[in-house]
């Protein structure tokens, strides 16, 4: 067998396997052509219609495909959920703000409070600075007070010095910083009347309203009416006033503007006017000031014990004598406050007196207050006193059988009967103010007069 045979030998299995035909260029191409047709198409019916349903599904698909050869090349079976969701970026998360508010508490101070915050020296530095704008010294018990936080760490404070103003501190990078803003409230008015049965605090109380009114109706008519030995029972009030809410709650009164009390029979009437020198009073319709050199009585809302008197059996020495005083049954620690303006002439203590204070006024008169189981800060001889502050509070030192104010007067170093003491009005409005005095009262004069219905819960009415 010659060379070339052989070769052909070796070949013949491979001759044995047939073979597809070479497609023709021709068809080639028609496939080509049919493929870029529909790839066209669908990628101009997308761009006609790109919805977000479609745009979500072809995003998932993207995100199956890719799964899917993750896990084909590490050989692992992996099942396709179609409605999970996809990854979303994720943003910079903003800082926690949290408000931790609580109220002051007795022995509380600006160290104890920021203990574990600041550094003795921060909160040193943070005192000293705040001087100007209010002094973190004098934290008040009862107050509110906010620690304000950005995640974990101190950003800012918050002080409520009074019902009206609040301290803000703000602690920055460069430092601190203060600021005292107002207290926002919703503030709605309103007039309230009621009927008195029992007392000025039970009509108030009925009516829905805080003691708090009773006592701002008590301070307003306290020159006219003896809350103590005056109220009758049909007695009645009409006063408008301004209710204060903070996030829909009531916290409070605020400015009284116009009221009326029927005493007895008699109506007096009270109008709140600031005049053009910045003065604010009330007065009566005419343009009277209701303030008087003398209130009617140094506690109000209290009961007389024992009156005036030249012959009284003494409770402890047995015998009679006279009793040149009013004595005022309260609780202890009641506050006492002194009837008009003028100057502590003696703060003092004895066997019989107890603790006492008396005051000095104008034209000769003066004051004594007995009994008492403590005395005010401002009670030091020399001290300038106006009417109505607290000079001390009611006890039972000396010779008394019980809580009690042993009230005395003297006119010119004698002892009169205070009960029987002619009221004397301060000056009225001046005559170029009286014009504009009669367009504020002629705002509430009405409501004013209308009658007042005896009911268990009489109602509020909003003034528009």
């Known amino acids: 067998m010659t060379k070339k045979n052989r070769h052909n030998n070796r070949r013949t299995p491979n001759l044995a396997v047939k073979r597809k035909p070479e497609p023709s260029r021709l068809t080639f191409s028609f496939f080509a052509f049919l493929a870029m047709a529909i790839f066209g198409a669908a990628i101009f019916f997308n761009f006609l219609a790109p919805d977000e349903t479609q745009s979500s599904i072809d995003w998932s698909a993207k995100g199956v495909s890719a799964r899917n050869a993750y896990h084909a090349d590490n050989d692992q079976d992996f099942t ?3 409605d999970e969701p996809l990854p979303e970026a994720c943003a910079p998360l ?5 408000r931790m508010s609580d109220t002051i508490k007795s022995g509380d101070t600006p160290s104890t409070l920021l203990e574990g915050h600041l550094g003795l ?18 934290l008040r018990a009862g107050q509110p007070w906010t620690m304000i ?4 760490d101190l950003i800012g404070l918050e002080y409520e010095i009074d019902a009206n103003e ?3 501190v703000a602690l920055t990078d460069s430092g601190y910083e203060f600021r005292r803003e107002a207290i926002p409230y919703d503030v709605e008015t309103k007039t309230v009347s009621a009927v008195i049965q029992s007392s000025l605090f039970g009509a108030v109380t009925q009516a829905g309203e805080s003691e708090e009114l009773a006592l701002r109706l008590g301070n307003v008519f306290a020159y006219d009416v003896d809350f103590t030995r005056d109220l009758r029972e049909g007695d009645s009030f009409t006063v408008i006033i301004q209710k204060k809410y903070r996030e829909g709650n009531f916290v409070g009164y605020g ?7 029927t005493n007895q029979g008699q109506t007096y009437y009270a109008y709140q006017y600031t005049d053009t020198k910045g003065n604010t009073a009330f007065y009566d319709q005419k343009g009277r000031p209701l303030r008087k050199a003398f209130l009617k009585s140094p506690l109000p809302f209290t009961r007389i014990s024992s009156g005036y008197s030249m012959s009284r059996m003494h409770p402890i020495l047995k015998y009679r004598r006279p009793h040149q005083a009013i004595d005022y049954s309260a609780p202890t620690g009641t506050p006492i406050s002194t009837v008009a303006d003028g100057v502590i002439a003696q703060v003092g203590s004895n ?10 006024h104008s034209n000769g008169y003066e004051t004594i207050y007995n009994h008492m189981s403590k005395f005010a800060k401002v009670s030091k001889k020399g001290a300038k006193v106006k009417q109505g502050q607290v000079i001390g509070y009611v006890g039972s030192t000396g010779y008394s059988t019980g809580p009690h104010l042993d009230f005395r007067m003297r006119l010119n170093g004698k002892l009169i009967n205070p009960l029987k003491l002619k009221t004397i009005p301060a000056d009225p409005i001046a005559a170029k103010e009286m014009p504009s005095f009669n367009s504020a009262v002629a705002v509430f004069k009405a409501e ?7 009911a268990i819960e009489p109602q509020s009415a909003s003034i528009n």
């Open 448 to 454: 004013l007069e209308k009658p007042v219905q005896a």
């Open 166 to 168: 609040r301290l803000i």
């Open 80 to 82: 396709v959920q179609e």
């Open 121 to 138: 020296s921060e909160i040193y530095s943070l005192c000293n600075e705040s001087k100007d704008h209010y002094p973190l010294e004098n």
């Open 255 to 261: 400015q009284l503007s116009a009221a009326s009390f």
């Open 351 to 360: 066997n019989s007196q107890g603790r006492f204070v008396r005051v000095s």
């Open 149 to 152: 936080y950005s995640n974990t």
């Open 94 to 98: 903003e800082p926690e703000i949290t």
